[in-house]
């Protein structure tokens, strides 16, 4: 029996359908070795440290000391939709995150659509990360031995100046590279090593980021506080305006939550730990931005923010008026934001995985080695991908395209709940199943609204490469997925 276009389109997968066991290519799987605690820890490890460590500098010059206001309704609408994500997660408890929330409830076509925008969520967020962490490197080299990583590599080719993009030949940032290939080395080694490596670096990030606050707090003055919006002299973001456009910038920051749900398909028990572990990380991550977030902005005026590498060793070494404070924590930097990078590289590879899986891309994607349990060829396919862009490209390009991408995946998984709880309807209710509070409609509706009240927010800019990076997507689908798809029912079968 052929199918219309337009019964192609909408096509859907149920839960039910989706493999248990996240089998890949000739029967060989991905291994259910993640509990809870693990899980969790790729939540936060995927999330604390890219907001904190980085962006501090890009957000403060548009919100003034009003950016805590910023990590603040990032934090409530990315706990508006972890409410949905845990409901979604329990009732499909697969690999794939947004992408297979959106193939069980919307279609095939949206489900595409929804990859798209996770792939660039992701490997952006991979290489901005990466970039990141070179400035802590260099910041530890120089209070640790006098010595720092080479202008001209430690630049980035494309660069965004004052008067737009420039190109600058002969440049390119090595130490981001090489942190991206150590990542790719330790994820083909396994999930179960990388998972308690990860577990790890989380544990010394909090506690870096505990000692951050202790030692910023004593140097906290309220006149840094005032005025708390800004109020404008022609180059800033003024009042809820900055705010916004600050908090569109930190929510990347968010993509932890994502990040957990992408490893269903490797949890032990998944209905019950990815719920209580993306409910957990979202808890742990709240506290510690706005512990930070606060400090940082008492510690020191808003204006010094704007262009400050490795931002918060240098607020410690101008507090203390001694270098071993952003010693430390230029090194704690350096070990934690390595776990952001891994486990962002990480849920690209598994959302890919699941796609493949689908038969909406190359088969290569989703084969499995039967020794470490790992798809390396997807691993170092975006391994590849993450270190060309963080080797060329200025992170200014990347930090807003990341919070496109996890706002329109946030978007995607609010709508998705009312259309899943009236399909599961006439189901009997599985004991211990997490629902969303107050009914289907209450929690996703202002989760979608507070996503778009962050996203209207975001640059033209932003918006063009958007539309631009959906359109090649969407030639992709048209051209490969649509015919190679899993569920395609064509009359020659």
């Not at 501090?56 to 939709?81: D, H, N, Q, R, Y």
């Not at 919070?403 to 609010?414: E, N, Q, R």
């Not at 989760?447 to 992709?476: E, G, H, K, Q």
Request: net charge positive.
């Amino acid at each position: 029996m052929s199918q219309t276009l337009g019964q192609k389109l909408l096509r859907i997968k149920s839960g039910e359908e989706m493999p248990v066991h996240g089998e890949g290519s000739d029967g060989k799987a991905l291994e259910r070795t993640l509990g809870i605690f693990s899980l969790a820890m790729i939540g936060v490890g995927a999330t604390i440290g890219t907001g904190i460590f980085f962006t501090m500098a890009e957000a403060v010059p548009k919100a003034g000391p009003s950016v805590i206001l910023s990590f603040l309704i990032a934090a409530i609408t990315a706990g508006l939709t972890a409410l949905c994500y845990a409901e979604l997660s329990f009732r499909i408890p697969a690999s794939g995150s947004s992408y297979s929330f959106a193939y069980a409830s919307l279609g095939e076509f949206a489900a595409f659509s929804m990859a798209a925008c996770l792939l660039l969520e992701y490997g952006l967020a991979a290489s901005a990360t990466a970039i990141g962490w070179s400035d802590y490197l260099n910041n530890f080299l120089l209070n640790a031995t006098g010595w720092q990583v080479p202008a001209a590599l430690h630049s980035p080719m494309i660069v965004a100046g004052a008067n737009g993009t420039e190109f600058h030949p002969g440049q390119f940032n090595l130490p981001p590279i090489i942190l991206v290939i150590l990542c790719v080395l330790l994820l083909i080694k396994g999930t179960t090593e990388s998972a308690v490596v990860n577990t790890t670096m989380v544990l010394i990030k909090l506690a870096i980021l505990v000692f951050f606050a202790a030692i910023a707090l004593s140097g906290f003055d309220s006149k840094n506080l005032h005025p708390f919006f800004n109020t404008g002299d022609g180059s800033l973001l003024t009042g809820m305006h900055g705010v916004a456009a600050a908090a569109g910038t930190v929510f990347f920051s968010f993509i932890g939550l994502d990040t957990v749900a992408t490893a269903g398909a490797e949890v032990r028990n998944p209905r019950r730990s990815v719920p209580i572990a993306i409910l957990s990380a979202l808890a742990v991550v709240t506290v510690f931005y706005l512990l930070v977030a606060v400090a940082a902005v008492g510690a020191q005026p808003a204006a010094k923010f704007r262009g400050q590498e490795a931002g918060l060793a240098v607020i410690l070494q101008d507090v203390t008026g001694k270098a071993w404070p952003a010693l430390v924590l230029s090194a704690g930097a350096v070990i934690s934001v390595f776990s952001v990078t891994l486990v962002t590289i990480y849920g690209q590879t598994r959302i890919l995985y699941t796609i493949s899986r689908d038969g909406l891309i190359p088969k290569i994607f989703h084969r499995v080695d039967k020794r470490t349990h790992t798809p390396i060829a997807n691993t170092l396919i975006v391994g590849a991908g993450v270190a060309v862009v963080a080797g060329l490209v200025d992170s200014n390009f990347l930090w807003d395209m990341v919070s496109m991408g996890t706002l329109t995946a946030f978007i995607v998984v609010s709508v998705a709940v009312p259309i899943m709880r009236r399909k599961a309807k006439d189901k009997a209710l599985t004991p211990g199943a997490f629902r969303v509070p107050f009914g289907p409609y209450v929690v996703p509706v202002l989760s979608i609204l507070s996503c778009l009240y962050i996203m209207l927010d975001l640059s033209a800019l932003t918006f063009r490469i958007f539309f631009i990076w959906m359109a090649i997507a969407l030639v992709i689908y048209f051209t490969y997925g649509l015919r190679h798809s899993r569920l395609n029912i064509t009359s020659d079968k």
